[in-house]
T-cell receptor, first 115, second 110 residues
Framework: DGGITQSPKYLFRKEGQNVTLSCEQNLNHDAMYWYRQDPGQGLRLIYYSQIVNDFQKGDIAEGYSVSREKKESFPLTVTSAQKNPTAFYLC??????????????FGAGSRLTVL | AQSVTQPDIHITVSEGASLELRCNYSYGATPYLFWYVQSPGQGLQLLLKYFSGDTLVQGIKGFEAEFKRSQSSFNLRKPSVHWSDAAEYFCAVGYSTLTFGKGTMLLVSP
């Protein structure tokens, strides 16, 4: 079955360390997204990518970085510059950002805890 | 700028009772509206979407939503709630990128 795989599901990090969250999709979707979810805050867009080797900042990109070297992969790095990285991170994809209104398919999420 | 307001943080409904979750949006053009559901520790699942046409849209799991342009609302309804409906519900608006509300947690009492 097609879908989005996020790993790891749980991750613990010490302050000052960078950590990379994996997101892989086999849906042949062009667009991919990273959202951050905090209790009572809904989802906030970190980065998105419409096509390979291209990505744009979302609303809260500071302290994060991404790459899109392959269509199916969109890893997110949480850097030591992110002041409050403890959160639930959700990866999503859609067929194409320009094909019409986006229907997002989500992964199961990765929970990052900074100790 | 687009925005979504879900005025209820928590709602408790008795099993078998009807449900309505409120969503108000702000959007500069014809809105594209969505409802997603999230079980604890999981990703989001699409319940239904509105792009155009009939203002009453049907979704999965017996949910429906009605788009009311005059009220800038897109409320989610279900005639009879089941215990398995307990989850967090998110309304979203947008075209190329989506803006989500802060969510409404639905609790179902026996």
């Amino acid at each position: 079955d097609g879908g989005i795989t996020q790993s790891p599901k749980y991750l613990f990090r010490k302050e000052g360390q960078n950590v990379t969250l994996s997101c892989e999709q086999n849906l042949n979707h062009d667009a991919m997204y990273w959202y951050r979810q905090d209790p009572g805050q809904g989802l906030r867009l970190i980065y998105y990518s419409q096509i390979v080797n291209d990505f744009q900042k979302g609303d809260i990109a500071e302290g994060y970085s991404v790459s899109r070297e392959k269509k199916e992969s969109f890893p997110l790095t949480v850097t030591s510059a992110q002041k409050n990285p403890t959160a639930f991170y959700l990866c999503a994809s859609s067929i194409s950002r320009d094909s019409g209104a986006n229907v997002l398919t989500f992964g199961a999420g990765s929970r990052l805890t900074v100790l | 700028a687009q925005s979504v307001t879900q005025p209820d943080i928590h709602i408790t409904v008795s099993e078998g009772a009807s449900l309505e979750l409120r969503c108000n949006y702000s959007y500069g053009a014809t809105p594209y509206l969505f409802w997603y559901v999230q079980s604890p520790g999981q990703g989001l699942q699409l319940l239904l979407k509105y792009f155009s046409g009939d203002t009453l849209v049907q979704g999965i799991k017996g949910f429906e939503a009605e788009f009311k342009r005059s009220q800038s609302s897109f409320n989610l309804r279900k005639p009879s709630v089941h215990w398995s409906d307990a989850a967090e519900y998110f309304c979203a608006v947008g075209y190329s990128t989506l803006t989500f509300g802060k969510g409404t947690m639905l609790l179902v009492s026996p």
